[in-house]
């Protein structure tokens, strides 16, 4: 993979100026390519963006820093993970329907076949035996059934949903919170690489980025935004990364099923959001003839 002037001024922008996808989103509307934007003066920039102060400096200083970052992302293509920009043509089409797709998608695997169906499979990461096991058939059924598995390589229900996918030979997608030099949790750093040799990792931070907080929550919509319908299999009291999920997925009109096992405040907040509660045993059909 060539590294390109214009995914270099997308990762300055990006990993260097932190940015957000909002604000480069409308810096490419107004300058349409990225090296308008390396052209245009700095009052340009900030008006065009409503950039703060701070937020301009850091454009400036990215500027002055492009040769270097070129080398960067030519090191992170030779550790084996590949960046991929919205302005590319492999740039998965479903996220485009977000209204802050990542600028820059980095990938280790393969990205996984658009014109197949694709379910996200998410829950709480504190699961019991019973929850990990409906999550590890969830993953299998769907995979099964040709489906691709989307997760987050949390504890709990998503790694159980990818574990499934796996031992049904099907292809799993997990997106991470962090840049890949931080797998989290670390006991899922063999799951991990598992999962690039036949699905795919996906961030929007790269490889050196640390996961926080803020990060796990933001990656859920790019959960979302790769699936066909979610299935929640366990909503319990920690369900702030779910009901993100739910609400995402509400936004974008993608339906979300709700596997009925728990009946506090949080379930019946997800069903008033939309989703649609199925009964305990799996039922993939249902799920995929909805769609």
Do not use: C
């Amino acid at each position: 993979m060539t590294v390109t002037s214009d995914l270099t001024i997308l990762f300055a922008l990006s990993a260097e100026a932190h940015l957000g996808p909002k604000v480069i989103g409308a810096l490419l509307t107004r300058f349409e390519e990225p090296q308008a934007i390396w052209d245009a003066d700095s009052d340009e920039i900030a008006q065009a963006a409503q950039l703060r102060e701070d937020d301009l400096e850091r454009v400036v200083k990215a500027r002055g820093l492009t040769d270097a970052l070129m080398e960067e992302l030519e090191l992170i293509i030779a550790s084996g993970t590949i960046p991929i920009s919205t302005l590319d043509p492999r740039y998965p089409q479903r996220l485009f329907r977000l209204p802050d797709p990542p600028t820059i998608l980095y990938v280790r695997g393969t990205l996984p076949d658009e014109a197949k169906t694709a379910v996200a499979v998410v829950g709480t990461h504190q699961a019991d035996a019973e929850g990990i096991a409906d999550g590890v058939a969830w993953g299998k059924g769907l995979a099964q059934r040709d489906a691709i598995v989307v997760s987050g390589l949390a504890r709990g229900i998503d790694g159980a949903a990818h574990v499934g996918a796996l031992a049904a030979s099907g292809t799993t997608v997990a997106v991470l919170g962090g840049g890949f030099d931080n797998i989290y949790p670390p006991e899922h750093a063999t799951l991990a690489a598992e999962i690039a040799k036949t699905g795919a990792l996906l961030s929007e931070y790269p490889p050196r980025a640390p996961l926080t907080k803020p990060r796990l929550i933001a990656r859920n919509r790019i959960i979302v935004g790769l699936s066909d319908a979610v299935v929640v299999v366990r909503l319990h009291a920690d369900a702030r990364g779910s009901m993100e999920a739910i609400h995402k997925a509400g936004d974008l009109a993608i339906p979300v099923f709700l596997v009925a096992t728990d009946v506090g405040p949080k379930s019946q907040e997800a069903v008033a959001d939309g989703a649609v509660p199925i009964g305990q045993a799996p039922d993939f059909d249902l799920v995929l003839n909805y769609l």
